[in-house]
């Protein structure tokens, strides 16, 4: 069960390096989640810095130990990570999205970020540590953050960080659980369905060029299939291809 143990901190640098230090020195429970009130060195993708005030937001990591997952099936992990802050979110707002891989938007604005580190040993997962910054109360970003909001930002409401990380842990333990029995066809169709601008052109950038496309599925190795308005269908892993502003209908 993920969450089963926990480890409550007020400051760290990144709740993702705590685990990976702690694997190297003991012997640790398969879904042990730190959270932390602040981090000082919080990574989204890209090596970007996550930007999260102390003690308004879920900053927190967790590790499992997958069953015989191998590791050309890893993009599951990010599925049902990400569809369970989609489960979350649409409690308490509409139009919750995926920004493939694994950004989280409201509307058109980040409220959350995933970052996945996973150590392979053979065909297969031995470890993963995900790490999730989740914006909820806080209501100010930095200018460079334009597309960032929050829970707060969006509803109005102040929450309490314990009941939404506790409803978080219930809804990463349902799709994990689904991962675990099999019931993978439920996951991709579950993702396919929320990935923002799905079927949209859009604008995307790879290669140095400007592109218009529409997202039209994304493979088993995560990859994203885009179809260009000259009927070009082009693939993509993460890092080669930017999404770079909204539909143009």
């Known amino acids: 069960m993920i969450g089963s143990k926990q480890i409550h901190l007020q400051t760290i640098d990144s709740t993702n390096n705590y685990l990976k230090k702690l694997m190297e020195s003991e012997k640790i429970d398969n879904g042990t989640l730190v959270v932390a009130d602040e981090q000082t060195e919080g990574r989204g993708q890209r090596e970007n810095q996550w930007e999260s005030n102390k003690s308004e937001n879920l900053t927190f990591s967790f590790i499992l130990f997958p069953?015989?997952?191998?590791?050309?099936?890893?993009?599951?992990?990010?599925?049902?990570?990400?569809?369970?802050?989609?489960?979350?979110?649409?409690?308490?707002?509409?139009?919750?999205?995926?920004?493939?891989?694994?950004?989280?938007?409201?509307?058109?604005?980040?409220?959350?970020?995933?970052?996945?580190?996973?150590?392979?040993?053979?065909?297969?997962?031995?470890?993963?540590?995900?790490?999730?910054?989740?914006?909820?109360?806080?209501?100010?970003?930095?200018?460079?953050?334009?597309?960032?909001?929050?829970?707060?930002?969006?509803?109005?409401?102040?929450?309490?960080?314990?009941?939404?990380?506790?409803?978080?842990?219930?809804?990463?333990?349902?799709?994990?659980?689904?991962?675990?029995?099999?019931?993978?066809?439920?996951?991709?169709?579950s993702y396919l369905n929320v990935v923002y601008k799905f079927r949209e052109y859009a604008y995307y950038q790879a290669n140095g060029k400007i592109f218009e496309a529409k997202i039209v599925h994304i493979e088993k190795d995560g990859r994203i299939a885009l179809l260009t308005k000259k009927n070009e269908l082009l693939y993509f892993a993460f890092k080669e291809v930017h999404f770079i502003n909204s539909s143009t209908g």
Not at 101 to 127: F, H, M, R, W
Not at 157 to 182: A, P, T, W
């Open 67 to 189: 069953n015989k997952l191998q590791a050309i099936d890893q993009f599951m992990l990010s599925k049902f990570v990400s569809l369970a802050l989609c489960d979350l979110l649409s409690i308490y707002t509409p139009d919750v999205r995926i920004k493939w891989p694994n950004d989280i938007y409201i509307k058109d604005k980040k409220t959350a970020g995933i970052l996945i580190e996973n150590v392979i040993k053979g065909q297969l997962i031995s470890s993963t540590v995900i790490g999730i910054g989740l914006n909820i109360n806080q209501m100010n970003f930095s200018e460079n953050l334009s597309s960032a909001t929050s829970l707060s930002i969006e509803t109005n409401v102040k929450y309490e960080l314990d009941i939404i990380l506790n409803q978080l842990i219930n809804f990463l333990n349902i799709r994990y659980n689904e991962l675990n029995e099999g019931h993978w066809d439920k996951i991709d169709n």
